[in-house]
């Protein structure tokens, strides 16, 4: 069984619809969370940042992390074709150098 | 210019082969790493390094290796490549443990 655990898709939404992406995983030491998103031939970018539980908000993205259910959830309000992309959950813990376990990523269409 | 170069962009090359993949920052961070992307099986680290001095390997090493040349260039070298290392390699940087990684746009590597 793999750490992290992500729904590869691909998913397609229409414009304006609101997307939920989520991951799970296994290792409750994980501490910190992030969601990427990654453009076709380019590389990820730090899409949100969050540390341990809670909801964390930035324009159109919220991302929320419940580490009693080791789950972790990514919001898309108002969804428009400039997101399409994949997206990919990431985490560590506070040891082992801190590596990030990459989910596989979730592929997104936003159609118009 | 780009946070995070990596070249080349793309090459082809053949079985056995030495081929040596090229990354530059100018964020000045400490912390760069080398992935590889493969389809179904998401981001996998095989070395990191925290300082010139310091090199460490990761899930995947076998059959890579790397030079830490300056704190701004980290190579990563295929000593003789087989077509199973044919993906997507990605170098990142990282300004400390507990941030996120700045990518490279990825070399795409096909060995035949």
């Known amino acids: 069984q793999k750490e992290v655990e992500q729904d590869p898709g691909p998913l397609s939404v229409p414009e304006g619809a609101i997307v939920s992406l989520n991951c799970t995983y296994s290792n409750s030491a994980f501490q910190y969370f992030m969601w990427y998103r990654q453009y076709s031939r380019k590389g990820p970018e730090l899409l949100m940042y969050?540390?341990?539980?809670g909801n964390k908000e930035d324009g159109r993205f919220t991302a929320q992390v419940d580490k009693s259910s080791k789950y972790i959830s990514l919001f898309i309000r108002d969804s428009q074709p400039s997101d399409s992309a994949t997206y990919l959950c990431?985490?560590?813990?506070?040891?082992?150098?801190?590596?990030?376990?990459f989910g596989t990523g979730t592929q997104l269409k936003v159609e118009l | 210019d780009a946070d995070v170069t990596q070249t080349p962009r793309n090459r082809i090359t053949k079985t056995g082969k030495r081929i040596m993949l090229e990354c530059s920052q100018t964020?000045?961070?400490?912390?760069m790493y080398w992935y590889r992307q493969d389809p179904g099986l998401g981001l996998r680290l095989i070395y990191y390094?925290?300082?010139?001095?310091?090199?460490n390997k990761g899930e995947i090493s076998d059959g890579y290796s790397v030079s830490r040349q300056a704190q701004a260039k980290f190579s990563l070298s295929l000593e003789s490549a087989i077509p199973n290392q044919t993906a997507l390699y990605f170098c990142?940087?990282?300004?400390?443990?507990?941030?996120?990684?700045?990518f490279g746009s990825g070399t795409r590597l096909t060995v035949v």
């Open positions: 390094s925290f300082d010139v001095k310091d090199i």
């Open positions: 990142a940087t990282r300004q400390g443990a507990n941030y996120g990684y700045t």
């Open positions: 990431a985490m560590s813990s506070t040891g082992g150098g801190n590596k990030l376990t």
């Open positions: 964020k000045g961070h400490d912390r």
């Open positions: 969050t540390y341990s539980s």
